[in-house]
């Protein structure tokens, strides 16, 4: 019984991500991600059984999956707009060369200031760039005020991420490089690896809207694609784990590099053992302080109030809770993937979260397709895809409060631009 349900749940997670795939909606991030760090690890611990959860756990596991699955689904073809969104991407994305060009490099140009400040900022704090180090950057985070600039500096960072898939659909290749690069030395100075997404969704994503049907062609290089984006944020990890700069330089060897990379993805040490934190909820019954009371989404309600001046009305952030029920010191947090996420917020009832996730997505679909411009099309297409990449991780608030500060931020932009910008290119 184990083994066919972690068949059943894995496959229904591959459907739902192939449906995602054919609507070319954004949300085909949220199932890839889901059945990379789930549905096939889960599988394999079904079929090969687990040392420290019994198959009672496991059954559960999959059932909760598969419930919340069908749920989604469920909302999913009554609300999405089947062809539609597929049609929109494949006539306005395929059809974008030559929009806006001043714009879009204004729009770099800023993208440009915020990684330079980002990235000085962080060697200023540490003393030299080969000083910079993951500890560094959480004791410069430390050193801020509850507001800052470097928050704001974040969003509009995410905000503007899209620019290499804008950049790459409208044959800028310079641009486009350039921005790749600015990212990827940010990832580099900060080790923040979420940072590493846009460019692996900006390509991803580029990628799925050339496709025009899905064949064991295009599976076997999704395939390829999906190892290669697993062991460089492996390889972000490990880097992480040398510490500074100039340690990495001194100590590094690619065999052991490699080999240690190797060993992380083999033992599910990092984003692929995140589905056993679940596990232990599973075993545990949920019998921890603050969980099954929502949290997290009545902090996702009220994501535009701080919470310190939220009255006590929004809860303490979720993640550290959770951090603290498996045992982790002050501060520390966890990431359980979406689906312990919601167990963890509301029990078995949980799976009535598929229900909102569903509402969620299309929601998501309706608001890029209406967006004034093609520029703020790609820019959410693409904050969407990183987020929902985030969210399947199960750091839910986070990447929902980037998201929503960054849709903002977007339709300020356009606001902005047919107001302003647009005329005043128009005189000029």
């Known amino acids: 019984m184990t083994e066919i349900l972690g068949i059943i749940q894995c496959l229904l997670i591959s459907l739902i991500c192939y449906l995602e795939f054919k609507n070319k909606s954004s949300a085909v991030f949220l199932w890839a991600t889901l059945l990379i760090m789930f549905g096939v690890m889960h599988l394999i611990t079904s079929i090969n059984g687990d040392f420290e959860y019994n198959n009672i756990v496991l059954q559960n596991a999959s059932i909760f999956v598969i419930i919340f699955c069908m749920f989604y689904f469920s909302i999913r073809v009554l609300t999405s707009y089947k062809n539609s969104l597929y049609i929109y991407i494949k006539t306005n994305f395929n059809d974008i060369v030559g929009h806006n060009k001043s714009c879009d490099r204004l729009l770099f140009f800023i993208l440009l200031c915020i990684g330079l400040w980002r990235i000085w900022s962080m060697i200023w704090y540490a003393d030299g760039i080969l000083n910079t180090s993951w500890a560094t950057m959480r004791s410069y985070s430390n050193t801020l005020n509850y507001m800052n600039f470097n928050q704001l500096f974040t969003i509009i960072f995410f905000s503007l991420s899209g620019l290499p898939l804008l950049f790459a659909l409208k044959k800028e290749r310079l641009l486009c490089l350039y921005s790749v690069l600015l990212i990827l030395l940010n990832v580099l100075i900060t080790r923040n690896r979420i940072e590493i997404l846009p460019i692996f969704c900006s390509f991803i994503a580029l990628f799925i809207i050339k496709t025009q049907k899905l064949s064991l062609k295009t599976i076997i290089y999704g395939s390829v694609i999906a190892f290669i984006v697993i062991f460089l944020i492996y390889s972000l990890r490990v880097f992480r784990h040398y510490g500074s700069i100039s340690a990495f330089i001194s100590e590094f060897n690619f065999g052991t590099f490699t080999c240690k990379v190797l060993e992380y993805i083999a033992t599910g040490n990092g984003e692929l053992g995140l589905r056993r934190v679940f596990y232990y909820f599973l075993a545990c019954n949920n019998d921890f302080?603050?969980?099954?009371?929502?949290?997290?989404?009545?902090?996702?309600?009220?994501v535009f109030i701080p919470t310190r001046w939220s009255l006590g009305l929004k809860p303490d952030d979720f993640a550290i809770i959770m951090g603290s029920a498996i045992g982790m010191g002050p501060g520390g947090s966890t990431h359980p993937t979406l689906f312990g996420d919601c167990f963890?917020?509301?029990?078995?009832?949980?799976?009535?979260?598929?229900?909102?996730?569903?509402?969620?997505?299309?929601?998501?679909?309706?608001?890029?397709?209406?967006?004034?411009?093609?520029?703020?099309?790609?820019?959410?297409?693409?904050?969407?895809?990183?987020?929902?990449?985030?969210?399947?991780?199960?750091?839910?608030?986070?990447?929902f409060f980037i998201c929503a500060w960054g849709i903002s931020l977007i339709v300020l932009f356009e606001f902005i631009f047919i107001k302003f910008l647009r005329r005043l290119h128009f005189y000029i």
Do not use: H
């Not at 949290?295 to 996702?300: C, F, K, L, Q, T």
């Not at 790609?378 to 904050?383: D, G, P, S, T, Y």
């Open 344 to 399: 963890a917020n509301l029990g078995m009832y949980g799976v009535l979260l598929g229900i909102f996730w569903g509402i969620y997505a299309t929601s998501m679909d309706y608001i890029t397709i209406k967006r004034k411009t093609k520029t703020g099309q790609v820019l959410l297409f693409v904050l969407n895809c990183v987020t929902y990449c985030i969210i399947g991780r199960g750091s839910v608030y986070n990447a």
């Open 289 to 302: 302080p603050g969980f099954g009371e929502g949290a997290s989404y009545i902090r996702m309600l009220l």
